[in-house]
Structures are given as C-alpha cells and as structure tokens.
C-alpha cells in the first residue's frame, strides 16, 4: 500500500499497479492523499471510479510526481 498523508490541503487552483492503487483508494478518508508516478493517474481516476470514490489530482512541481486526495 501506499503511504497515506492527512491534513495536506488541496490547492485552491486544484484537484503501478492496479492492487495496489485500488487498495491504497479504499484505505483513504476524506481529504487523505498519497503521491504516484505521472504515468499512474489514469489507472487512479479508472479504480476511483470502479469504486465509487471521488478524487482529484494535482501535479507536483516538477510534473514527474501527482498528489491524489480523496474528495467524497
């Protein structure tokens, strides 16, 4: 699982492998984070919407990395 990181706040100008992005999504609470690979937001948005979670991305300065939050 990913680390999950609380009471990061979401910028007002905001928002690997499929196991372990699905499982590291059911783990977080409202306003929780963890950061991915840019190449991996797309399979973060894919299992956040087989699970009915709602979430928003935001690039990391730099754009290698992306902060997820859970947002609902």
């Not at 990181?5 to 929780?32: C, H, M, Q």
């Not at 699970?51 to 902060?67: E, N």
């Amino acid at each position: 699982m990913l680390p999950i990181e609380k009471g990061i706040p979401l910028p007002v100008s905001a928002s690997l492998r499929r196991g372990t992005i699905g499982n590291t999504l059911k783990a977080l609470d409202i306003g929780d984070s963890f950061v991915v690979e840019r190449k991996s937001v797309a399979a973060c948005y894919d299992n956040a919407k087989r699970l009915g979670v709602k979430i928003r991305a935001v690039r990391k300065p730099g754009g290698a990395k992306t902060r997820i939050w859970r947002i609902e």
